[in-house]
Nanobody
Framework: QVQLVESGGGLVQAGGSLRLSCAAS????????MGWFRQAPGKEREFVAG??????RYADSVKGRFTISRDNAKITLYLQMNSLKPEDTAVYYC??????????????????WGQGTQVTVSS
């Protein structure tokens, strides 16, 4: 199992930026495919962005505004979020051990998850 620890959430005004980080440790071989998901109150968890050995995937709602990247030496995944909107407000989760098909990545029963970090965008 891999352990994931997220950081970087907070409160920002619409149009602002935040950068989320996700540090991985443990069985890091399963970090070959990683990604970010989010869950807003009353809504289901949704895919945001995926990283597959240097290739990336984005949900249509964040394409052009969010950028996923990874520091391989530190085994840390990042999500740079620009031009934030109130509808981006959610708890953001980092995940490892995903499956990706087309433009979407989905978790499996063996996927690992971080504890989540709150992102709140005020209007």
């Amino acid at each position: 199992q891999v352990q994931l620890v997220e950081s970087g959430g907070g409160l920002v005004q619409a149009g602002g930026s935040l950068r989320l980080s996700c540090a991985a440790s443990g069985r890091t071989i399963s970090t070959y495919v990683m990604g970010w998901f989010r869950q807003a109150p009353g809504k289901e968890r949704e895919f945001v962005a995926g990283w597959i050995a240097g290739s990336t995937r984005y949900a249509d709602s964040v394409k052009g505004r969010f950028t996923i990247s990874r520091d391989n030496a530190k085994i840390t995944l990042y999500l740079q979020m620009n031009s934030l909107k109130p509808e981006d407000t959610a708890v953001y989760y980092c995940a490892a051990g995903l499956g990706c098909s087309g433009y979407v990545c989905t978790p499996s029963p063996n996927s690992s998850w971080g504890q989540g970090t709150q992102v709140t965008v005020s209007s």
